[in-house]
């Protein structure tokens, strides 16, 4: 490779190279500016003469067919000014090697979930004749938003001079990244820097021998996948794995993979383990918050004998009381005080009689209080008197007599009477509702007789049904304003084998392409609720964007589409929402793969509303 390439130099008057990322023998990978469209990509570099160069151009042009929003698509590829380059669409995040060595082995859910991702896009990859040759941790990225990106689709192999038909090892690396997410060890067939896992006279060790609690489903696949027996005695030892059997089963034992991917983007903002530091115990005070603990004195300079302690005071305090200090102890803590104790004051004298006692109306002295009362004080031989129920203070409370003609008031009557006045004046203005909309010769809501009830555009039947009467026309805007005009019709004929084809290209649409597509445009006679789209197709893949519009389109530049799908011969496109609109527009952005190039083939087209 030439040696003048260096940081800052501009490739082919377009990448400005910022970072080298890596390097591995002749070829370098770098972190390019693309001065163009003002956005990163990854450039991948080696000589025009080096014998990966065909290859490797070979492998971009496969990889550009893949339409799948997971893969890091190929954006361009040249051989010029001594140099061959492979540039790919840029992905930030966290590598599937880098997050497992960083906190360990995945939940059994969460490792199903991204491989099972993995699956998907390498079953669509099969369908469409591409392998990717390496995958590897490596190659696998978990972005911000928790979302799986695959790297190096065939173009990784091509750099590692793999040959590009490694299906069956795409199969063996994809168990092996399942392993990998369970156990942190790596099964792949395919050179990883992962750590390698462990073999037991000649098997690898299943996953549930390497790391406990690992469900007996993923066990079972990665064994039957990494330690299969071809042949044995004339019969198939295990079923056969594609991708698309993996996925399904993944998929199947994930079940809702709701909150998953929010939980891989949690793991991914925190990479590394976070020390919690708790602050320190402060020693615990023996001492009265009002008597803190006296100083050390310090130590005597001259000869002069040390005075005598003064006596403490004396405690208020009864003999035998502990007292927690500092100082040592001494056995005066238990003596007896040499004071006698202060006598208590004499008692007063009880009154002959209690203030509020009342006076006897007949002269006799008062009652005395009956012997069997326990609660009365000592030496009161006044309180209380029996003259009834006292109140503690030496005053009888005299209850009031009952009006004998009164009626007794029920609890909660006047709530009562309450809600049965609202409901009455309820029913009052109810029937004088029902009375003027009759007397105005309307229903008793007020809705017009015999009218159809009314339906907000956004509410829509239950079961979609299809809209007749369509009307077709084809959409170029970036070519001669026409493509096949002639047969757009025998889209809505009816007959599926009748079709409408679009021109053949040598290359993909795309961003990368010659186009960034063609398309069809529905007209549906007058506005409608459009929840479903169904086509009948020639090939595949196709990948078609949606727009539901009020008036005909000439170009979809600057609108937005209401749904983006990768589909197969017989698709159902089904929006999330009813769209009102009189024209859908069909924007073919990824056309199937034939003889010669790429073409799209539409049989039919049904618009469900």
Not at 49 to 63: F, N
Not at 391 to 407: K, N, R, W, Y
Request: hydrophobic share 40%; proline share 12%.
């Amino acid at each position: 490779m030439p040696q003048s390439i260096r940081p800052g130099d501009v490739l082919a008057a377009r990448y400005r190279l910022v970072d080298l990322l890596s390097e591995s023998g002749n070829g370098r990978f770098w972190r390019a500016h693309d001065r163009i469209l003002e956005r990163h990509v990854a450039l991948h570099v080696i000589a025009e003469d080096d014998g990966r160069a065909a290859g490797l151009v070979e492998a971009a042009r496969r990889s550009a067919t893949v339409p799948d929003r997971r893969v890091l698509r190929v954006l361009d590829a040249e051989r010029t000014e001594g140099f061959c380059y492979v540039v790919n669409e840029w992905g930030s995040g966290t590598s599937l090697d880098v997050l497992v060595a960083t906190h360990g082995p995945l939940p059994p859910r969460q490792a199903a979930w991204l491989v099972g991702e993995v699956a998907d896009t390498l079953s669509r990859a099969h369908a469409a004749g591409v392998a990717h040759g390496r995958l590897v941790p490596e190659n696998v990225l978990i972005d911000r938003a928790g979302a799986v990106r695959v790297i190096g689709l065939a173009v990784d192999a091509a750099l590692h001079g793999l040959p590009p038909d490694r299906t069956d090892d795409d199969l063996t690396d994809l168990a092996g990244l399942l392993y990998w997410s369970l156990t942190g060890r790596w099964a792949g067939c395919s050179p990883s820097g992962a750590p390698p896992a462990l073999r037991e006279n000649g098997r690898l060790l299943r996953p549930r021998q390497v790391r406990a609690g690992v469900p007996r489903p993923l066990d079972t696949l990665c064994d039957e996948v990494l330690n299969a027996v071809p042949v044995a005695r004339g019969r198939e030892l295990r079923p056969a794995y594609s991708a698309r059997v993996i996925a399904d089963l993944l998929a199947d034992f994930v079940g809702d993979p709701t909150g998953i991917p929010d939980q891989l983007a949690v793991a991914n903002a925190h990479r590394g383990p976070e020390t919690v530091v708790l602050p320190p115990v402060p020693d615990l005070l023996l001492h009265q918050p009002d008597q803190p603990p006296a100083p050390e004195p310090p130590a005597p300079t001259t000869a002069t004998p040390k005075p005598a302690a003064p006596e403490p005071p004396e405690l208020a305090t009864q003999a035998g009381m502990p007292v927690f200090d500092d100082e040592p102890l001494d056995d005066q803590w238990y003596a007896a005080s040499s004071e006698a104790a202060t006598p208590p004051p004499p008692f007063d004298a009880p009154p002959e009689r209690p203030l509020f006692a009342p006076e006897p109306s007949d002269g006799t002295p008062p009652r005395r209080p009956r012997p069997d009362r326990q609660d009365r004080p000592s030496g009161d031989e006044y309180w209380p008197w029996d003259t009834g129920r006292g109140t503690g203070t030496g005053l009888t409370a005299i209850p009031e007599e009952p009006d004998a003609g009164a009626a007794t008031e029920v609890p909660g009557r006047s709530w009562l009477r309450l809600a049965a006045g609202l409901g009455a004046g309820l029913l009052l203005l109810v029937a004088v509702v029902v009375a003027v909309n009759l007397g105005r010769g309307k229903t008793p809501l007020g809705a017009e007789p015999d009218s159809p009830p009314s339906r907000s555009p956004s509410e829509s039947p239950s079961a979609p049904v299809a809209i007749p009467d369509l009307a077709v026309s084809d959409l170029d805007p970036q070519g001669d304003g026409a493509e096949n005009p002639e047969s757009t019709a025998l889209t809505v004929d009816g007959d599926p084998a009748t079709t409408w084809r679009s021109s053949t290209y040598l290359q993909q649409l795309g961003p990368a392409g010659l186009k960034t597509g063609v398309g069809l445009q529905v007209d549906l006679g007058a506005e409608r609720d459009v929840a479903q789209v169904d086509l009948s197709l020639v090939g595949e893949p196709t990948e078609v964007a949606v727009y539901v519009t009020d008036e005909a389109v000439a170009d979809v530049a600057g609108l937005e589409p209401v749904l983006t799908e990768a589909v197969g011969p017989d698709a159902r496109i089904e929006l999330d929402e009813p769209v009102r609109g009189r024209f859908v527009t069909l924007w073919l952005t990824g056309l199937p793969g034939v003889e010669g190039g790429f073409r799209a083939e539409v049989a039919e087209v049904t618009v469900r509303g």
